[in-house]
Structure formats: structure tokens, C-alpha cells
């Protein structure tokens, strides 16, 4: 490695690969799992709430093997497939109901709950997953990383909808060049950007303007409510809308701002240059703040309240 390199967010120079081989060297008994928690201890990685990030510790931990750069220690565990044992939500909890038609109007008070914080057995929970990974066309089943569950209910508790909020893409060039953002500031940000990465609106649900309108709510409240669990607000929300499905209709009736499309990369792209083909997707982008840019493209720019 002849130059520091920005790798999983942090700058990786000689120092830093030397601290790792130090602590391999040091302590080859220990776990992938005890290492990446003695990283983050070391370097002091933490999210806004004062947690240590030890499984972004561990991902670059992996990706400086995947170079040749460390020798990690053989994995304790080697599942055949990591979800094949995960308990899958109880399909009985997300049984179709019978179609839903109602003006909005009639619907009204919705009930919007953020669930990610509850314990895995509560019953929102435990429906929020349900629901997505039944209903949902890409399903789902758990979240990992920063991110907020929004389960949506009218005024007789009937489920209308589940919105994800979770970590923004690494890199995206629409949304890179309407930021402004230059690969260091990107780093320094990235976490202050959310990305909407399911929104269910269930199939026997009709009701006309209920999408915008609930893209409309829960932005007003995503900052404060990601603030509340992880100590840092979120200035810009994103979401990738696949076109060979949708015309992304609620995105633009709540006033979010297409500015571009992918070019069907992947996350799983390697470093020797092999690359897999994914769906080309619009690229939407709504702002929390009215000096987004600002914030983004300045590492040392203060964070005055939303």
C-alpha cells in the first residue's frame, strides 16, 4: 500500500494498517467479531450516540483482506447460507384483509408509529416485518445498520402501510453532482443522508393520496426521530424508484426531486473490476433542510438545529 486510501468512510494509510496488524499479531486467539470491537474501541468509531460501530469495523476488516492487505483469523462459524436458520415473520400476522377504499379524509387520524426500537417480540414489530417480507416486492427481513420503522395505521388500528429508513448508498453519481459533494466530503457525510429503501403501501389498500401524504409526514419528523436514536440529524433523503416497475408518482406528488439514474452497478462489484448488471433506477432526492448543501459539502460545517 503505497497511499492512504478512504475505505468503509475512514482514511487507511500506513498508521492505521499497522494497528491492525498489530492487533493480529498481538492477539491471535481472538475472534473476527472481538476485533472489530477492539478496532473501534482503538479509534474511537462511534455513531452520533456514542456507539461503537464495531460492524463497520468488522466490514473493513473484510475488505482489507478481500486487497491482500491482513490475514484475518478463520471464522469461528462458516454457515452455508447466514439466513437460512433466521426465524421469518408468521405469515398469519400479515393475512390479506379486504379491500380498503375509503377517502383519505375518513381514515383520518393515522396513527404513524416508529418501531425499530422496540423489542424484536412487540407486536408492531413483529407485524412491520411480517408485512414487508410478504407484501413487499423485494421482502425483507431484517434491518442492519442505522435505521427507522415507520408502521402505518388509520383510526380503527387497520394497517395501511410500513415505510424503511436505513443507510444512504455509498456512491451515486446523480446524487453525488446534485450535492455537490467532492469523494472526501462524501466520507466525512455520508451519514447525515437517509435512504427510503422499502415503502409498502398494502395491496388491498385504495386510497387515493395516501402515499404522498404519508412521504409528507414522516419527512417532517425523520430528522428529530433519527437525532432522538443515534445523536445526528439527516439533512437529505434518497430513494432508488426500479423503472421497469414504477413511474415513481408518489415521490413526485410529495415534491421529491428526480436527478437522475443509476448505471445498474452493485454493491457487490470488486476491486479487480468484475461487476454485476442490477436494474436501472431513478434516483429521487428530497432535502430536510433549507441549506442542505451546506452541510453536505463541508465536513466542518456546524450543525445548527433543523
Same mark, same amino acid.
Given at each position: 500500500m503505497t497511499e492512504a486510501r478512504i475505505i468503509q468512510g475512514r482514511l487507511i494509510g500506513a498508521t492505521q494498517l499497522e494497528q491492525i496488524r498489530?492487533? !493480529?499479531?498481538?492477539?491471535?486467539? *481472538?475472534?473476527?467479531?472481538?476485533?472489530?470491537?477492539?478496532?473501534?474501541?482503538? *479509534?474511537?468509531? @462511534?455513531? #452520533?450516540? #456514542?456507539?461503537?460501530?464495531? +460492524?463497520?469495523?468488522?466490514?473493513?476488516?473484510?475488505?482489507?483482506?478481500? @486487497? #491482500? *492487505? &491482513?490475514?484475518?483469523? %478463520?471464522?469461528?462459524? &462458516?454457515?452455508?447460507?447466514? +439466513?437460512?436458520?433466521?426465524? !421469518?415473520?408468521?405469515?398469519?400476522?400479515?393475512?390479506?384483509? %379486504?379491500?380498503?377504499?375509503?377517502?383519505?379524509?375518513?381514515?383520518?387520524?393515522?396513527? &404513524?408509529?416508529?418501531?425499530?426500537?422496540?423489542?424484536?417480540d412487540s407486536g408492531q414489530r413483529a407485524l412491520f416485518d411480517a408485512l414487508l417480507h410478504q407484501h413487499h416486492y423485494l421482502s425483507h427481513r431484517s434491518s442492519v445498520g442505522e435505521n427507522l420503522q415507520y408502521l402505518v395505521r388509520d383510526a380503527r388500528a387497520r394497517p395501511l402501510a410500513c415505510l424503511l429508513f436505513g443507510a444512504a448508498a455509498w456512491q451515486c453519481a446523480a446524487r453525488d453532482h446534485y450535492i455537490g459533494w467532492n469523494p472526501w466530503a462524501r466520507t466525512q457525510r455520508l451519514q447525515f443522508l437517509a435512504n427510503n429503501t422499502r415503502f409498502l403501501i398494502l395491496p388491498w389498500v385504495r386510497v387515493e393520496h395516501l402515499a404522498s401524504h404519508l412521504l409528507a409526514r414522516i419527512a417532517r419528523r425523520l430528522s428529530a426521530d433519527w437525532r432522538a436514536k443515534y445523536g445526528h440529524p439527516i439533512y437529505l433523503i434518497e430513494t432508488f424508484v426500479e423503472q421497469r416497475r414504477f413511474q415513481g408518482t408518489a415521490y413526485r406528488a410529495a415534491n421529491w426531486v428526480r436527478v437522475g439514474q443509476t448505471k445498474g452497478r452493485t454493491r457487490q462489484d470488486r476491486p479487480d473490476g468484475t461487476w454485476h448488471q442490477a436494474a436501472i433506477k431513478d434516483v429521487y432526492l428530497y432535502p430536510l433542510h433549507r441549506r442542505f448543501r451546506q452541510h453536505l459539502q463541508h465536513p466542518t460545517a456546524p450543525l445548527t438545529p433543523l
Open positions: 498489530h492487533l !493480529l499479531l498481538s492477539h491471535p486467539d *481472538w475472534s473476527r467479531r472481538r476485533l472489530s470491537e477492539q478496532l473501534a474501541a482503538l *479509534w474511537q468509531w @462511534r455513531n #452520533g450516540a #456514542g456507539q461503537l460501530k464495531d +460492524m463497520a469495523a468488522r466490514t473493513l476488516l473484510l475488505k482489507l483482506e478481500q @486487497r #491482500g *492487505w &491482513i490475514v484475518l483469523p %478463520p471464522r469461528r462459524r &462458516i454457515p452455508s447460507n447466514r +439466513m437460512r436458520h433466521k426465524q !421469518l415473520p408468521s405469515p398469519t400476522l400479515a393475512t390479506p384483509q %379486504p379491500p380498503l377504499n375509503q377517502p383519505l379524509k375518513e381514515l383520518l387520524p393515522l396513527v &404513524i408509529s416508529e418501531c425499530s426500537c422496540l423489542d424484536k
